[in-house]
């Protein structure tokens, strides 16, 4: 079993940063895949960027495209989400998921990650 717990969300205006972070537990699988999704007031789970810690791979959705970054920790068993250039419409909670099997190419839809946090509220003002 993974344990995932996010941290680092709040309240920023417009064009600030943040930085979340999410740390895994248990059984984590670093060939696997982790990654972030959002999901603002009635709407749908998000994606928002997607890393494999083993090789460093990278995958991002086309809103959060040159402002944010993801990145691992691996001996922290850490990943994070710089997230600068901040818009009122990336508020959101924010989770942590983690996948349990390989894909060549990390995964953008939700059901296919294994494991989610408990989420992680960023807010905008405008």
């Known amino acids: 079993q993974v344990q995932l717990v996010e941290s680092g969300g709040g309240l920023v205006q417009a064009g600030g940063s943040l930085r979340l972070s999410c740390v895994a537990s248990?059984?984590?699988?670093?060939?696997?895949?982790m990654g972030w999704f959002r999901q603002a007031p009635g709407k749908g789970r998000e994606f928002v960027a997607a890393?494999?810690?083993?090789?460093?791979?990278?995958r991002y959705a086309d809103s959060g495209e040159g402002r944010f970054t993801i990145s691992s920790d691996n001996a922290k068993n850490t990943m994070y989400l710089q997230m600068n250039s901040l818009k009122p419409e990336d508020t959101a909670v924010y989770y942590c998921?983690?996948?349990?099997?390989?894909?060549?190419?990390?995964?953008?839809?939700?059901?296919?990650?294994?494991?989610w946090g408990q989420g992680t509220q960023v807010t905008v003002s405008s």
């Open positions: 248990g059984r984590t699988f670093s060939r696997a895949g």
């Open positions: 890393i494999r810690r083993s090789d460093g791979s990278t």
């Open positions: 998921a983690a996948r349990r099997f390989v894909a060549m190419l990390l995964p953008v839809q939700p059901s296919e990650y294994t494991y």
